[in-house]
């Protein structure tokens, strides 16, 4: 008679599971259930120190269970987890969308998934393929290609198509689509009041593009659409997820939900029954870890599934279909063929600076004397967190010794630069003006009193450009910082 813990049932449950952990090295709990079953994890920060570490950790869990699919969220740009203490070598999305070159594109996903797969990472949550029609919208911004639909599926197309010439599967999201919402799905429940039209043409159209360049996993949002399905969100929606993306749309690959702790699921349906039903509405599956990383999550999850069969709510063949197709993942990670086209190794730099736009309202001469940075910063949305650095100081300092900087998240950042600056120059960094008013009213104050001041908007430029030297980046990684301070020191030709 087999046991609970080794019957196929209790298999398939644990193998639709990608949960995290905690540390840089796996724990014994984590290895004990791969030997059940467990075919996913995901990696997160807070498992990474270095490279070599990584591979390590890679390596101890592949000792257990040799296909096992390690899973990161590696954007690049904002969101970046292999580089989460120094912020990312590639530029992000909005920047590759801000050159248009779907090459450049094809590259930079190429080299960033040579090096997940050097570490042992064979599967991506990414590229966002989300259209950023709401300049409000606080969780994608930058995270996306731009807002036009055309420009984000071609270069959707081009970031699945080199990524997974490294090796790596790509997971494009967050189907059907989170650019429209003005709610960060980590923190509640959006909705897009649109019609289908509107989806069919603005924000399906990019998931097209991904499923044409063979997109092996498509990741789903926590999102209401009541045009598709008026009371669950796509995550938990069979129309959404059976009826559009598999019978509308053809997509054979796997589904995967977006992270279940995330509050648009957990304090609404609560991560087991949230995942029985996102397991019986299609989504193959279910990525939690996030915030939850123990093995009490990992069990919790697999009972509930387990449960939901042997009562009838979650049909057996539902799960060992979605079950297969983790599997099916995994063997293609194991066979894919790699590229051998050669990718310079800092193709993110030369992106990012080819990204940067540069506005002049007066003559400005390159620095030669170390500026005062100010940083506007607002509040980091969970999936970028605010571990990882952003800004132009620190590379400023390297091209100009004694930069100095400060931090502030409110209006009482005017006077106190005005202070702190004294005769030296100030460079104001900001993210997303259009969205924070005390933002824009200090830098109101601060050319006001000192129209010489330098801005850089690393986040989504929407704000008219202002300062004697205004320089967007589209984006917050290093490289983008890297890119502006170039230009603010003279040693790099403004676009």
């Not at 999102?223 to 059976?242: F, K, M």
């Not at 093995?295 to 999850?301: A, D, G, H, S």
Request: proline share 5%; hydrophobic share 45%.
């Amino acid at each position: 008679m087999t046991t609970f813990a080794s019957d196929t049932l209790t298999r398939d449950a644990l193998t639709v599971l990608q949960p995290g952990f905690p540390g840089t090295q796996a724990p014994d709990w984590l290895l004990r259930r791969l030997g059940e079953g467990l075919a996913s994890v995901g990696l997160f920060g807070r498992n990474i120190a270095t490279p070599e570490q990584v591979a390590a950790l890679t390596a101890q869990l592949r000792a257990e269970r040799e296909d096992v699919l390690v899973a990161i969220d590696e954007e690049g740009g904002d969101v970046t987890r292999l580089e989460v203490r120094t912020g990312s070598s590639f530029p992000g999305n909005h920047a590759l969308g801000a050159v248009d070159d779907t090459d450049l594109t094809r590259q930079v996903a190429q080299e960033l998934g040579r090096r997940l797969a050097a570490c042992g990472v064979n599967f991506n949550w990414a590229p966002s393929a989300d259209v950023n029609s709401n300049p409000a919208n606080p969780v994608i911004g930058v995270r996306s290609f731009g807002a036009d639909t055309a420009l984000t599926a071609r270069h959707t197309a081009a970031y699945v198509t080199g990524l997974q010439a490294a090796g790596v599967a790509a997971c494009t999201k967050h189907f059907p689509g989170h650019g429209d919402t003005a709610i960060d799905s980590h923190e509640a429940m959006p909705r897009i009041e649109v019609g289908r039209d509107v989806l069919a043409e603005r924000d399906l159209t990019p998931f097209r593009a991904a499923i044409a360049a063979g997109s092996r996993a498509i990741m789903t949002a926590h999102i209401l659409v009541p045009a598709l399905d008026p009371t669950r969100p796509a995550t938990l929606s069979r129309p959404v997820l059976r009826d559009l993306l598999r019978g509308e749309l053809g997509y054979d690959g796997l589904i995967v939900t977006d992270g279940m702790e995330m509050q648009a699921i957990a304090a609404t349906y609560g991560i087991e029954r949230g995942s029985v039903l996102a397991l019986a509405a299609g989504a193959d599956a279910i990525c939690v870890g996030g915030g939850l990383n123990d093995e009490n999550t990992v069990r919790r999850l697999r009972d509930a599934l387990v449960t939901a069969v042997r009562t009838g709510e979650l049909p057996e063949e539902r799960l060992a279909d979605a079950a297969e197709r983790v599997r099916a993942l995994a063997r293609w990670t194991r066979s894919a063929a790699v590229s051998e086209d050669r990718v310079p190794s800092d193709i993110g730099l030369l992106a990012a600076r080819r990204a940067v736009r540069v506005t002049r309202t007066a003559a400005h001469p390159p620095l030669t004397e170390a500026p005062y940075v100010v940083a506007l910063s607002p509040v980091a949305n969970i999936a970028v967190g605010d571990e990882t650095p952003w800004g132009v100081a620190a590379e400023l300092a390297e091209l100009l010794p004694g930069t100095e900087t400060a931090t502030h998240t409110d209006e009482s950042a005017a006077q106190a630069t005005l202070d702190a600056a004294g005769t030296r120059r100030i460079v104001a960094v900001v993210r997303d003006e259009h969205r924070h008013e005390w933002m824009a009213k200090t830098l109101d104050t601060l050319l006001s009193e000192r129209p010489d001041t330098i801005v850089v908007e690393m986040g989504v430029p929407q704000s008219p450009p202002r300062g004697a030297l205004h320089i967007a980046t589209h984006g917050a990684a290093r490289v983008c910082g890297r890119a502006a301070a170039e230009i603010i020191a003279g040693r790099q030709t403004a676009r």
